[in-house]
């Protein structure tokens, strides 16, 4: 997922970047705004329109922000108080800026997923034993109470309104690698996880209710294949037997069972294209992609270090394996390797016929290089777009919407622009004062609002 964990460290103040061109104003006048004000700055339009001419922000808002989500409407904002005091999380109204609902939250506190309807936050916390005592908790979206809460469990993602969590119901068994095999700092080498029992349930969004429950004993695993994050489109289990079960993930029943050519112990595993399953076996062997039907390996990936970068599901029916010196795209019968995007590890967004890749070219802090690789013409470059920095965050990575990103236009000002995935070019979307440093955005349905040193932009999403 990706992962939308936010780890927040308040042991000091929290202060801007250096501002290019000199900052210290700029640092003086926020320690003086201080940093339990919110400051809504900018006005709507006159007359109640929300969109006005020019590309100003509808409203920004300074308070030390550290990130935001957005959904339904609503944008999440975590941000600190003083120096060394838990930081808060507020929802803002994304049209206006009003201040919805607020609620403390504590440094090992995190939101792990936003719906329209929910967001669930993930408190990771050990006791003195070094035995796990975190829990996740849902909160309404519109008003900010909790509704419900479950000790012991890891969020693991969801399935439509299921939320499928990880429960530590064994609290004296270690979940850890088994370091008998090897060196655990050996890149080349894929260790086996020490025998545990694993839990894992189902719960319904909105009340907590579990749903179903599947147990695997010590040597079975599960695996899981991510949609979008955070939702998940496949639940499977196998074990040292070599039988894979498939699991429906809104009611955990089986909905089919296969047996692999696959006697070996198991470091991982996760769901392949349709028919398929991927197995990286203990050791140096590298990853083994088997057809679910006759159970036979169809072949194996022992590409560069570390081994556990193996073959994910890409472009509807190929894999991908992103490694560091680039991306090379396989055939999911064969593993040849169909092309490569030499120089390019990170990917932007998969629209099933193109991926879009970005990486550092001639900037030294931000992405600044976005290709789109196009299958029908074996990896030609369909588009490439330089210039524009890639923001981060958590929003609809591709489709009507695409992606967002930003270019200076001076030292401190920028502008902000939507990146449409079909033909690389940029619809600018906004202009900023002082906008540098780690960019985050994210969106809702007609507002896009991006984080940039501790400062919130929002704009109109046309």
């Known amino acids: ?45 006159a007359g109640g329109s929300d969109w006005r001419p020019g590309l100003e922000p509808l409203w920004t808002a300074e308070f030390q922000v550290l990130a935001i989500d957005a959904a339904g409407g609503r944008l999440i904002v975590h941000r600190y ?34 719906t329209d309807r929910v967001g669930l936050v993930q408190r990771e916390q050990s006791d003195e034993h070094g035995r ?24 693991a993602g969801m399935a439509g309104d299921v939320v499928v969590v990880s429960e530590h ?6 979940d850890e690698f088994d370091d008998s095999y090897g060196d655990p700092q050996d890149p080349g080498l894929a260790l086996p996880p020490r025998g545990h ?58 909905s089919g069972r ?15 294209v349709a028919g398929q399953e991927v197995v990286l076996p203990a050791g140096r062997g590298g990853a083994e992609v088997f057809d679910l039907a006759s159970g036979k390996r169809l072949w194996r990936w022992a590409g560069e270090s570390p081994a556990w970068n193996v073959p994910v599901p890409c472009l509807r029916v190929h894999y991908c394996v992103f490694g560091e010196s680039g991306t090379e795209v396989l055939d999911a019968a064969t593993g040849v390797v169909l092309w490569r995007a030499r120089g390019y590890s990170a990917v932007l967004g998969d629209t099933g016929d193109r991926l879009l890749m970005y990486r550092q070219l001639s900037d030294e802090y931000h992405p600044d290089d976005v290709t789109a690789f196009a299958v029908a013409g074996g990896g030609a470059v369909a588009w490439n777009r330089q210039g524009w920095y890639v923001a981060g965050g958590y929003y609809e990575a591709v489709g009507a919407r695409g992606m967002f990103v ?13 990146l ?23 969106a809702t349905a007609d507002r896009v609002a991006c984080l940039a040193i501790g400062v919130l932009f929002v704009w109109p999403l046309r």
């Open 258 to 272: 296969y047996q692999l050519d696959f006697s070996a112990v198991l470091s991982r595993h996760s769901p392949g």
């Open 169 to 174: 119901a064994w609290p004296d068994e270690v």
């Open 81 to 114: 108080q003083r120096a060394g005091a838990d930081p808060v999380t507020e929802a803002l109204d994304a049209r206006s800026g009003a201040v919805l609902w607020r609620r403390p939250g504590v440094a090992n506190e995190s939101f792990a997923a936003l």
């Open 197 to 254: 029992h694993e839990r894992y349930l189902g719960l319904d969004q909105l009340s907590g209710e579990v749903l179903w429950s599947v147990e695997l004993a010590p040597g079975t695993l599960a695996g899981f294949g991510l949609a979008q994050y955070p939702y998940l489109s496949a639940f499977t289990e196998l074990g040292a037997d070599g039988v894979v079960r498939v699991r429906d993930l809104r009611t955990g029943a089986v």
């Open 1 to 45: 997922m990706p992962d939308a964990i936010i780890e927040l460290d308040v042991s000091v103040p929290w202060e801007p970047p250096e501002r290019p061109g000199g900052g210290g104003a700029r640092r003086a006048g926020v320690r003086r705004l201080g940093l339990v004000v919110v400051v809504l700055v900018g006005v709507l339009l």
């Open 132 to 155: 796990y005592t975190g829990r996740t908790f849902a909160l309404d979206a519109r008003t900010g109470e909790e509704l419900w809460h479950r000790e012991l469990v890891t969020f």
């Open 406 to 418: 930003w270019r200076p236009i001076s030292n401190t000002d920028a502008i902000v622009g939507r």
């Open 420 to 442: 449409d995935p079909d033909d690389g070019s940029v619809h600018v979307l906004g202009r900023a004062h002082d906008f540098y440093g780690s960019v985050q955005c994210t």
